[in-house]
């Protein structure tokens, strides 16, 4: 059993920054994914990014590469979303998720990930 804990969301103006923060806890991971998804009122949940336990590998939604970065703290079983140049369609609850089985051809998909967290708020104003 692995607990996934977020953190960090807000409201912030368009052209700002947050960064979010996720803790795992339960169990030993030595391998695997983290991910970062989201999901706006009357959307489905898309992925955000997703970086692999040594944090070698990162990926990025199209819509977020250049301005979001996701990091890994392989010590503390962190992982973390910066998030620059945030803009209103940016807003929406954001996801933590591990995934045990780390591949790369499978990180963008929602079903590859064993455990998910609660959810954090990151609203963006124009």
């Known amino acids: 059993q692995v607990q996934l804990v977020e953190s960090g969301g807000g409201l912030v103006q368009a052209g700002g920054s947050l960064r979010l923060s996720c803790v795992a806890s339960?169990?030993?991971?030595?391998?695997?994914?983290m991910g970062w998804f989201r999901q706006a009122p009357g959307k489905e949940r898309e992925f955000v990014a997703a970086?692999?336990?040594?944090?070698?590998?990162?990926h990025y939604a199209d819509s977020v590469k250049g301005r979001f970065t996701i990091s890994m703290d392989n010590v503390k079983n962190m992982v973390f979303l910066q998030m620059n140049s945030l803009k209103p369609e940016d807003t929406a609850v954001y996801y933590c998720?591990?995934?045990?089985?780390?591949?790369?051809?499978?990180?963008?998909?929602?079903?590859?990930?064993?455990?998910w967290g609660q959810g954090t708020q990151v609203t963006v104003s124009s």
């Open positions: 339960g169990r030993t991971f030595h391998s695997g994914a």
């Open positions: 998720a591990a995934d045990m089985a780390y591949s790369s051809s499978w990180v963008r998909y929602r079903s590859s990930y064993d455990y």
């Open positions: 970086i692999n336990f040594s944090g070698t590998n990162p």
